[in-house]
Structure formats: structure tokens, C-alpha cells
């Protein structure tokens, strides 16, 4: 398959063009214009370029790619190693960032809804919100999020024991417990946690679920690879490097 057919693809199956980003989406460097073989995975790190040159991969397709707004635009150090990587090799490195958290079927938040088996009740732009058939008790559904994810979330407890609506957002997203608070949510879950969450989950009555950046977010490219490979006949493998985060 042509490299330019592929991105066009990608970026209109995620409606690209809909999400102002920190990163750019789509094609971020160039390699061989051919693609048969893709490598998929949640961040382009040297590991996962290392292991897509051992598979001869003609793609990378990740979550987290390069070239942030608050990154040093200097190509030094590990960054020039990662991309003299991928330009040795002929490989190209596409990145898809919101537009991969927000898709309504193939993203992070909703394949996480998917994997806890939650009713969708709305979509406000990242943020998720959905509801259980029956109240569940709290200690229940940790057990479920720790089982799916294959990690033991951090759990602040601040809510009841018994919980019937939650919110989450996946990835770096802790700061919109005040948006799940807002829609009366018993439980929020996000990837990450920061300080003052601790607060906001004790005196406004909400659990919350710090369930990792990484383990939240490695559904959403797994099932887009799995997509494009059905769609398109294409050999395509996701590669987990395990992150703690």
C-alpha cells in the first residue's frame, strides 16, 4: 500500500483536522514510500524503533510521536538517535495523538468503556461518561480496572461504596476531575494523578483511579492497527514496551 493512501485514510478515520494538538498528526518522519509491514505501539521510544527494524518494518504507527510544543526543537541527544534510527532504515513514524483519545469507536476512551463493559451516556470531547445497568460496589470495579489493565491503579477513596456513574479520560487527563464532578460522577479514572487530586476526591465526594498514562492508553493503536490490517491486508504488530507510568 502507497504511504500517502494510508495517511489519508488514518487522518479522515480520525477526523484529524477537528482537534487543535500538541503534536503534529500524521506522518512525522518520512521513510520508503511502499508500506507492507507495520509496527505498532504506544510511544516511539528507541526500544520500539529497535524492535521495528528487527521486524523490517516499512511503518511505525503510535500514540506518542515527536516534535511537541514544549520539546527543545535541537535534534540532539536521544532525539537525533531515534530519528537517525528511523532515516537509516527507511521507516516512517506516524503519530496520532487527541484524535486517537477522542474517536467514538476505535480511541483510548472508548475502547476502555468497551473493556469495563460501561454503558456511554455522552461524549463531551475527551471526557467519557457512562453508567452500569446496576450499581456496583467500588471494591468491585477497582478489582475489574486492576484485572483489564494488567496494574494496580492508585485509588483515592472519597465516594461511596456503592457507584452507578463514573467519567475517565485516558493518559495525562487528572485535571478534568472537576468536569467529572460537575456531571455528578461517583468515580473518575484517568491515567495519571497530581497533587491537589488527593483534595478535590476527599471534600467533593468522588473516587478516583489513577490507573497509568501508558496502560490506559496502549488499546486505542492496538485496534487501530488491528483496523488497518483487516481493511487493508496489511502484517501489522503491536509491541508493548512495558511502562510503569
Known amino acids: 500500500m502507497q504511504r500517502d ?8 478515520l480520525l477526523e484529524v483536522d477537528a482537534y487543535k494538538d500538541y503534536a503534529p498528526n500524521g506522518l512525522q518522519v518520512e521513510g520508503r514510500a511502499e508500506i507492507k509491514k507495520i509496527v505498532t505501539g504506544v510511544t516511539a521510544c528507541q526500544a520500539l524503533i529497535d524492535a521495528a527494524i528487527e521486524k523490517q518494518a516499512d511503518a511505525i504507527l503510535v500514540h506518542h510521536g515527536y516534535f ?10 536521544f532525539k537525533q538517535k531515534r530519528i537517525k534510527s528511523l532515516l537509516q532504515n527507511d521507516i516512517n513514524l506516524l503519530g496520532y495523538h487527541l484524535p486517537l483519545d477522542g474517536h467514538p469507536e476505535l ?10 463493559e460501561i454503558e456511554v451516556i455522552e461524549q463531551d470531547g475527551l471526557l467519557f461518561t ?11 470495579f477497582y478489582a475489574k480496572v486492576a484485572s483489564t489493565l494488567k496494574r494496580e491503579p492508585l485509588w483515592l477513596k472519597g465516594g461511596a461504596e456503592m457507584i452507578s456513574q463514573i467519567s ?9 476531575i472537576d468536569r467529572a464532578i ?8 484517568s491515567g495519571e494523578v497530581s497533587e491537589q487530586t488527593t483534595h478535590l476526591a476527599r471534600e467533593c465526594r468522588i473516587h478516583y483511579f489513577a490507573a497509568g498514562h501508558h496502560a490506559t492508553e496502549t488499546h486505542g493503536v492496538y485496534v487501530l492497527g488491528e483496523h488497518l490490517k483487516e481493511k487493508f491486508a496489511l502484517d501489522v504488530e503491536f509491541i508493548d514496551i512495558p511502562n510503569p507510568v
Open 5 to 12: 493512501e494510508l495517511i489519508a485514510y488514518i487522518d479522515t
Open 68 to 77: 511537541w510544543k514544549s520539546e527543545p526543537q535541537q535534534i540532539i541527544g
Open 107 to 116: 480511541g483510548n476512551n472508548a475502547q476502555l468503556g468497551k473493556l469495563w
Open 130 to 140: 457512562g453508567k452500569f445497568k446496576v450499581p456496583v460496589a467500588v471494591e468491585e
Open 168 to 176: 475517565w479520560c485516558s493518559g495525562g487527563a487528572q485535571g478534568y
Open 182 to 189: 460537575d456531571k455528578g460522577s461517583d468515580l473518575y479514572i
